[in-house]
């Protein structure tokens, strides 16, 4: 968390939330892991009067996703592996296998044989792995993208793997 706190002091950054995607062993295929600092996800998704997308399993489905106690996947994994809302995913982590009810089915196509999307506290906690893949940024109100960019890169060394858009984005 403390990078996405950096960033969020940078003038012009009205908020910025953590993502890290890793290749992850489920049966006997790779799926794409995602973990996401959902807090953080949510607020942009609310600042532009949006909410998390695709099927719920209940109107709790949303906290549940949060707090680290369910999953989205896509629904190509859903196609490819039967999974279905409500169902219990099982991902082996280097801290034991982790068992989450199926919260969420979505479209992401970003990978071929399917999305998983956690909690980023629950991912750091159970893969023992405090890095970020990247960062996205959401600009504030009047602030210019380009300035706040490159005020990130000046102030926290370039080179950052930052999204960086604006609310009309």
Do not use: C, M
Request: no cysteine; aromatic share 6%.
């Amino acid at each position: 968390a403390g990078l996405e706190k950096q960033v969020e002091q940078v003038d012009g950054v009205a908020t910025a939330y953590g993502v890290r995607a890793v290749v992850q062993e489920l049966g006997d295929s790779d799926i794409l892991l995602l973990g996401v600092d959902l807090a953080g996800y949510r607020k942009v998704l609310a600042a532009r009067g949006r909410d998390l997308i695709g099927i719920r399993a209940s109107p709790a489905s949303d906290d549940e996703l949060a707090a680290g106690k369910g999953a989205g996947i896509s629904r190509n994994l859903a196609a490819l592996s039967g999974l279905k809302l409500g169902d219990v995913l099982e991902l082996p982590s280097p801290t034991g296998v982790v068992r989450l009810p199926v919260t969420h089915i979505t479209e992401d196509y970003s990978w071929p044989r399917g999305v998983v999307a956690i909690d980023l506290s629950l991912y750091r906690q159970r893969w023992q792995d405090d890095a970020l893949t990247y960062l996205d940024v959401l600009v504030a109100p009047g602030a210019d993208r380009a300035d706040v960019r490159r005020r990130l890169d000046r102030e926290l060394g370039g080179g950052g793997g930052f999204f960086v858009y604006e609310d009309a984005d």
